[in-house]
């Protein structure tokens, strides 16, 4: 399984403008593919605006596919420039494979902690689920965790507290 990561900022002027045309944008993209988006804001520290959209897949290839098949559907332009205007600096992607033994129908529920450290870095918790880096973030690996894990605790490395808003 792979997991897909799009993170965004939307305009700190704008929280509530944005995070509703995120949320109508990603729910579109559901109706008219098979992508299966979730959008998440971000709940830890001060980072306003901070937004992610995930998918996972099990074919990197049929993913890049629909994206493709997405990016021709005459309503997608007006509604991505919809929230790409409400939006600030520059999008980044990042793409991780599954560790071993990840249940078949694994997902990440409506909160989760991501710990992004140097490759080799153990566990931050138990019940992490490992996930390697294959696009985007290079010699790093993601730690994702269904609870917060305080900061006096953490790795060093980026983490992220995230809710599910759609």
Known sequence: MQLFQR???VDPDRL????AAFVQQLAWINEHTDLEMAAWRRTDGH???AILATTTYDDHGWFLAEVVRLQ??????????????????EDTFERWDASAGLP?????GDAF??????EGA??????ATSWRNAEGAEGRIAWLLNHHIPTAV???GRWESWTRSH
């Open 7 to 9: 993170r965004r900022w």
């Open 16 to 19: 509530a403008e944005g995070f």
């Open 47 to 49: 980072h306003r605006g």
């Open 72 to 89: 021709t559907l005459a309503d997608y332009g007006p509604i991505n420039e919809a929230t790409a205007a409400l939006t600030v600096g």
């Open 104 to 108: 078949i129908y694994w997902d990440l």
């Open 113 to 118: 902690t991501q710990v992004t450290v140097p």
């Open 122 to 127: 153990p566990s931050p918790a138990a019940g």
């Open 154 to 156: 953490a790795p060093r």
